[in-house]
């Protein structure tokens, strides 16, 4: 598995100095810096999964561990949960500390989604959690996350969207560029540096990836079936889809 210190993209060494010291309130600032929404998010990303207890999921980008524990929780299947942040396993570490009925089927890695250290097909399902944003090749990074699913297993994603609306989507860009830093800054410069991050990020991903052109890459990834949810007006796009035969 690749260290921090091999990731030689411009992109993924500011996320990893953005989210290095956040690990120990991730989880709640998550939810808070969404209004709220991230955990029903996650639990329609989970939903889509459908694994059966003796199946095997790979959950890529995992952070503190969140969606790694709520699909054990939820199907009682293993998870390795893989994120390139040391600091962000440590937070998932130490969660899993108090949940040991959970920490028995959920294993920890370091590396990066582009590089997956595992054999063709060796996972039932996968899932990955706000990622594109900070690949530099998004195409070849679904083609890699698809490798590792057997045929026929399901693949499903959240990231963040934009609002269609025009009063909604001013209304966005006006929370993100001025209320989310503001509230990120009142737990800490690290925060507040997140929140000045997130909203330039997110239009930047839609700008050279927009949604019908996500779909797309999907399917070129080897991913059929392909189905996306928007969740609280555009702000949460849910994707998923089944490993081809």
Not at 74 to 89: F, H, I, K, N
Request: aromatic fraction near 8%; include cysteine; charged fraction near 25%.
């Amino acid at each position: 598995m690749a260290t921090e210190e091999a990731v030689g993209s411009e992109r993924k060494r500011t996320a990893l100095a953005l989210f290095s010291g956040l690990g120990r309130r991730y989880d709640l600032l998550s939810a808070m810096l969404s209004l709220g929404q991230d955990p029903r998010w996650r639990r329609e990303m989970v939903a889509a999964v459908a694994a059966r207890p003796n199946e095997r999921v790979l959950d890529v980008a995992t952070g503190t561990g969140l969606v790694a524990r709520e699909l054990v929780r939820r199907y009682g299947c293993s998870v390795v949960g893989l994120d390139q942040s040391a600091a962000m396993l440590a937070g998932a570490r130490d969660r899993l500390a108090h949940e040991p009925r959970l920490a028995q089927r959920i294993e920890l890695a370091q590396g990066q989604a582009e590089r997956l250290g595992f054999a063709n097909g060796e996972f039932d399902h996968l899932t990955f959690t706000y990622l594109l944003r900070y690949v530099d090749d998004p195409v070849a990074t679904l083609a890699e996350l698809s490798r590792v699913v057997k045929p026929g297993g399901r693949i499903a994603s959240l990231e963040f969207g934009l609002p269609d609306p025009p009063l909604w989507r001013a209304m966005w860009r006006l929370y993100t560029r001025v209320g989310l830093p503001a509230a990120g800054g009142l737990f800490g410069r690290d925060w507040y540096e997140v929140g000045r991050f997130l909203g330039p990020s997110i239009e930047q991903l839609y700008e050279r990836w927009p949604l019908e052109r996500q779909l797309e890459l999907w399917k070129e990834a080897g991913i059929s079936s392909v189905r996306q949810r928007r969740m609280s007006l555009g702000g949460g796009v849910v994707t998923w889809g089944v490993r081809r035969e």
